[in-house]
């Protein structure tokens, strides 16, 4: 199997909640302890040998993009960074649609900048490695308290639990997107890292090509997850064990800074 060298990154999102934060500035270039979001994405990915970053932007934000990718290729220079358009908020499997040119059919990485993945070795190292472990598409996870999976997509895996770097390794069975808390298969929820293969690349262009008109969220990457799991093919998440530091709204963020600044004290 292909090693992973390429990562997707949907960056589109307007960050509503962080107003007046991103009344004109994109979500991801908003900075936390004087580095913006994305970069510590990005810093994961250098750490990792990936070679090609997708940034998949809304087209609101090209001028922004254009003038900060000035600065980025050079801070990074191992990494070749390329920017696509979601002209339509058709969900992350959408986004990730955008970026087929540069991905094709290999297998890539996904992360999301809306959260920092504070964790030694990084998030995204580890998760490659359960790839590299298992030859299949891997879901970074959480635990978060049972009366908080209404907000999140969580998980029913088998029984059987493998322990691997530091985490716990699952074979997942199900995904199901906000469940009432009664109705929640288990606490572990899906957070903003995957490793997956190309069939799940061919899945979401599959699907894509049968939406002409594609409606909000309409393209989740979940469809194509749930693709696999009706062909029985094998899809594992990974229990992250170290912190994640949520920067989706405000106070989420002072709460990050806060951490970052006493973590480097």
Not at 2 to 20: F, H, N
Not at 74 to 84: A, D
Not at 170 to 184: G, L, N, V
Request: aromatic share 6%; net charge positive; glycine share 6%.
């Amino acid at each position: 199997m292909k090693k992973i060298t390429k990562l997707v990154l949907p960056v589109a999102g307007l960050g509503k909640r962080l107003m007046p934060l991103t009344k004109n500035l994109p979500k991801a270039l908003v900075a936390v302890c004087g580095k913006p979001l994305l970069e510590y994405v990005l810093d994961e990915a250098v750490d990792c040998g990936i070679k090609d970053a997708v940034l998949v932007i809304n087209p609101k934000h090209e001028a922004h993009f254009k003038k900060y990718l000035n600065v980025a290729r050079k801070k990074f220079p191992q990494l070749r960074l390329h920017v696509r358009v979601q002209h339509t908020p058709g969900g992350n499997g959408h986004a990730v649609v955008q970026a087929h040119d540069i991905i094709g059919n290999d297998p890539f990485a996904l992360r999301f900048a809306d959260d920092i993945l504070a964790g030694d070795p990084p998030a995204l190292r580890s998760l490659i490695d359960a790839f590299e472990k298992t030859k299949s598409s891997v879901i970074l996870l959480e635990r978060v308290p049972k009366k908080m999976v209404s907000h999140y997509g969580v998980v029913s895996f088998d029984k059987n639990v493998a322990h691997f770097e530091k985490g716990n390794l699952y074979r997942i069975r199900k995904i199901i997107e906000k469940p009432k808390m009664k109705e929640a298969p288990s606490n572990l929820t899906i957070v903003g890292g995957y490793v997956l293969t190309g069939d799940v690349v061919r899945n979401l262009k599959m699907v894509a090509d049968t939406l002409p008109n594609i409606a909000d969220d309409a393209l989740p990457i979940a469809v194509a997850l749930q693709i696999e799991f009706v062909l029985g093919n094998k899809v594992y998440g990974w229990e992250f064990p170290g912190a994640r530091l949520d920067c989706g709204t405000l106070d989420k963020l002072k709460e990050a800074e806060s951490f970052l600044s006493r973590r480097r004290a």
